[in-house]
Nanobody, 116 residues
Framework: QVQLVESGGGLVQPGGSLRLSCVASGFTFSRSVMKWYRQAPGKERELVATITETGVRTNYADSVKGRFTISRDNAKNTVYLQMNNLKPDDTAVYYC?????????WGRGTQVTVSS
């Protein structure tokens, strides 16, 4: 079955960095668009970044452009989210997402807290 397992979250001070990882299994990773979403307390889940199957094209929410970078390693079935210059507003649970064959799958998420 499809599994998405996120890791790398934690507590970081404003201006700090974190790298999230999502290890995928149960589907053909190299043929799937991968996405990172986040959900802050009391807010709707929002799309943060998208990467195409080969990693050639990426897209970002305006709020993270220039600070976050999505990448993937198809040999390791892993997608990453490098987050730099973190702000308190980036505090959220971050989720990995994919939609192979039209079915949407989510990981359980990893908590990112940005606070001094």
């Amino acid at each position: 079955q499809v599994q998405l397992v996120e890791s790398g979250g934690g507590l970081v001070q404003p201006g700090g960095s974190l790298r999230l990882s999502c290890v995928a299994s149960g589907f053909t990773f190299s043929r799937s668009v991968m996405k990172w979403y986040r959900q802050a307390p009391g807010k709707e889940r929002e799309l943060v970044a998208t990467i195409t199957e080969t990693g050639v094209r990426t897209n970002y929410a305006d709020s993270v452009k220039g600070r976050f970078t999505i990448s993937r390693d198809n040999a390791k079935n892993t997608v990453y989210l490098q987050m730099n210059n973190l702000k308190p507003d980036d505090t959220a649970v971050y989720y990995c997402n994919t939609q192979p064959s039209g079915i949407v799958y989510w990981g359980r998420g990893t908590q990112v807290t940005v606070s001094s």
